[in-house]
């Protein structure tokens, strides 16, 4: 099978395609025939970082595709089946192995396309949100990166299964009307305004609930000022930065804040089972009849891996950057 990988750790001009063998299903996997993949930030980590040994993994955290081999634990998941979800890398080839208690069935209203743009995303936010983030019914929330793949995400399920009051913040006029159009009340350019004020401004000095946060320690203080009391801040990225100078441990303790950090990807499997499980029981039939939507900012051919990652590096996307595998497959049952 074709599958990429990377000469050496490095830049985007060091990814490679090879052909591998096709892999193996170990008990309690299924084998899947991929179609789509996203592209997720995570895999350009993987793809630079100068630990990764050899023989170098195949990237990709997340398919679409259409079961080939079933597992005996999960006879429902027969071949032909329309499946997403996370994988243990290996995500960006003609065919990849994934836990069978991962796997989330897809409607047919859903795209492959569509469905590679899930799993990652929807799975991260609803964890932050819900697990982490405790949001609950009509609190407010502060949402950064609200353009990207996963505050496109997190924006429509705080509207859809919290009706909460929804903070966002984007650079770029398109990406700004986008999270208005999902359901965002309050759309700050941070190029423009200081987001703090207007989120003071908006909730009579009182703060947000819930921040998630991508950003990091260009956003401190500003975060800090926008959390309410007893506010819960998860931070899942550090695009502005890892170190904070001089932090006043006596502001999050008047604040009583809670400060979580995360990351999907190294979670155990377990996990990931259980929060995908959840996820599926509570917001597939949403995806079904519409009130939810993978935002699809382009979908690439399997062969420009290569401008994929350039549309991410240069954070071009509103929205997710889909890697087109293959051509969808007649459907079950459809000849």
Do not use: C
Not at 38 to 66: A, C
Not at 138 to 146: D, P, Q
Request: net charge negative; hydrophobic share 40%; no cysteine.
């Amino acid at each position: 099978m074709k599958a990429w990988t990377v000469k050496q750790p490095g830049g985007r001009d060091q990814l490679v395609q090879e052909e591998r063998p096709v892999p193996t299903p170990g008990e309690n996997e299924i084998l899947i025939e991929v179609k789509a993949a996203g592209i997720n930030r995570t895999d350009i980590l993987t793809r630079e970082n100068k630990g990764l040994s050899k023989p170098y993994p195949i990237l990709g955290v997340e398919v679409s595709g259409v079961v080939k081999e079933a597992a005996a634990s999960h006879p429902e998941l027969k071949p032909g089946t329309r499946v997403t979800g996370l994988v243990n890398r290996g995500g960006y080839a003609e065919y990849v192995t994934m836990p069978a208690d991962r796997a989330m069935v897809l409607p047919d209203a859903i795209s492959f396309e569509e469905a590679a743009g899930i799993s990652e995303v929807f799975l991260t936010v609803y964890q932050t949100l819900y697990w982490l983030g405790e949001l609950k019914e009509k609190e407010s929330v502060l949402i950064h990166a609200g353009g990207s793949g996963v505050g496109t995400a997190a924006i429509q399920l705080a509207r859809q299964l919290s009706d909460a009051y929804i903070f966002t913040t984007a650079g770029k006029a398109e990406k700004l009307r986008t999270t208005k159009k999902l359901g965002a009340d309050v759309a700050i350019n941070y190029k423009e305004e200081q987001f703090e004020e207007r989120v003071l401004e908006a909730t009579d000095g009182r703060g947000v609930d819930v921040i998630l946060d991508f950003v990091g320690a260009s956003y401190w203080e500003k975060n800090m000022k926008s959390a309410a009391i007893d506010a819960r801040w998860v931070l899942i990225g550090t695009l502005g930065g890892t170190t904070v100078d001089e932090v006043s441990l006596i502001q999050l303790m008047q604040k009583r804040l809670s400060l979580k950090g995360t990351l999907l990807t190294p979670r155990s499997d377990t996990y990931k089972a259980e929060l995908t499980q959840e996820f599926a029981e509570k917001a597939i039939p949403l995806f079904e009849d519409g009130r939810l939507k993978p935002i699809i900012h382009s979908v690439v051919p399997f062969d420009n891996l290569q401008e994929a990652h350039r549309q991410m590096e240069d954070n071009e996307n509103t929205g997710k950057i889909i890697l087109k595998v293959s051509d969808e497959t007649k459907r079950p049952g459809k000849g």
